[in-house]
């Protein structure tokens, strides 16, 4: 199963650069993975596109938001526990690195559609 993690940054005022120590234990988490993590990267918001009762809107880009994204991953994994259990490891890498971070991680398992051609 293939699974994308999305780190959000909840304060952004503490979101400048992180530390230098949790990107290194994060670089030694992905290595860890190995072929499991399939991708990383980071994420900048460029704004949303929204469709409400007919009304078509878009939005951006934002210079200011009460979340920030920060990041993704994408692993590939037998099941959704091992998923969440590397995502708890990810987690408790910035509250040993950067412990006034407040962020939230969504965990989303992805299913791949066949296009028709």
């Known amino acids: 199963m293939k699974f994308l993690t999305m780190v959000k940054t909840l304060n952004p ?6 530390p230098a120590e949790l990107m290194s234990a994060i670089v030694q988490l992905g290595m860890e993975a190995g072929p499991r993590m399939k991708e990383t990267g980071g994420m900048a918001l460029a704004g949303t596109v929204t469709t409400k009762n007919g009304m ?3 939005d951006g880009p ?9 990041g993704y991953a994408i692993y590939e994994l037998e099941t959704d526990a091992e998923m969440v259990e590397w995502t708890r490891r990810f987690v408790e890498l910035h509250r040993q690195h950067w412990p006034h971070w407040d962020g939230e991680i969504t965990i989303l398992q992805l299913q791949q559609f066949t296009m028709g051609g």
């Open 62 to 70: 934002f210079a200011e938001a009460k979340e920030q994204v920060g």
């Open 56 to 58: 078509l809107t878009t």
């Open 13 to 18: 005022e503490v979101a400048s650069e992180p």
